[in-house]
T-cell receptor, first 117, second 110 residues
Framework: GAVVSQHPSRVICKSGTSVKIECRSL??????MFWYRQFPKQSLMLMAT?????????EQGVEKDKFLINHASLTLSTLTVTSAHPEDSSFYIC?????????????FGSGTRLTVV | AQRVTQPEKLLSVFKGAPVELKCNYS??????LFWYVQYSRQRLQLLLR??SRESIKGFTADLNKGETSFHLKKPFAQEEDSAMYYC????????????FGAGTRLAVHP
């Protein structure tokens, strides 16, 4: 089945540094990738939608300059948290459509737990 | 407004008891509805989708457009069903974003 590999699974960084999270589609081409953020004991909140070869679409309230998304190929999308601060600490998850139609559902990465100290 | 509501944060039942996880939605149009499950220390995975009308691991969900509901049901809960369950919707056509409910934690006790 369709698998999305997400790395790293866990990262700790200092305030002011940048962190890059990668999501790769292993056995299919992901023209679209969704990036979510999940706070403890809360639901997934969509941050942005990346499309291969074009600019990402950000949800309202998400800072484009802080959360840089790049989708340079059909199998790789990256999220870079720039100048990270403790409030950016969260669980970040990527997701891609699992089939040709959206109603096939979406496959999710295993998530990245970011801790900014 | 597009919204998914799961009123229960926690549902605790004994093994063999029936289970119903509630989900109501608000959407202008005809959405696609899904149930996702997250077992302990595992990634989120699709449980079932309304369009396929399937039963997975004994779970079923019927879309009720009149009540805008998509409740998840299982007649006899098993301990291995203990997990976090998320109801989600997306628009039709193309790769639309998923909107998630807050999730319900199902705890099945022996």
């Amino acid at each position: 089945g369709a698998v999305v590999s997400q790395h790293p699974s866990r990262v700790i960084c200092k305030s002011g540094t940048s962190v890059k999270i990668e999501c790769r589609s292993l056995d299919f081409q992901a023209t679209t990738m969704f990036w979510y953020r999940q706070f403890p004991k809360q639901s997934l909140m969509l941050m942005a939608t990346s499309n291969e070869g074009s600019k990402a679409t950000y949800e309202q309230g998400v800072e484009k300059d802080k959360f840089l998304i790049n989708h340079a190929s059909l199998t790789l999308s990256t999220l870079t948290v720039t100048s990270a601060h403790p409030e950016d600490s969260s669980f970040y998850i990527c997701s891609a459509p699992a089939g040709q139609l959206a109603n096939y559902g979406y496959t999710f990465g295993s998530g990245t737990r970011l801790t900014v100290v | 407004a597009q919204r998914v509501t799961q009123p229960e944060k926690l549902l605790s039942v004994f093994k063999g008891a029936p289970v119903e996880l509630k989900c109501n939605y608000s959407y202008s149009g005809s959405p696609e509805l899904f149930w996702y499950v997250q077992y302990s220390r595992q990634r989120l995975q699709l449980l079932l989708r309304h369009i396929s009308r399937e039963s997975i691991k004994g779970f079923t969900a019927d879309l009720n457009k009149g009540e805008t509901s998509f409740h998840l049901k299982k007649p006899f809960a098993q301990e291995e069903d203990s997990a976090m369950y998320y109801c989600a919707l997306s628009g039709t056509g193309g790769y639309n974003k998923l909107i998630f409910g807050a999730g319900t934690r199902l705890a099945v006790h022996p």
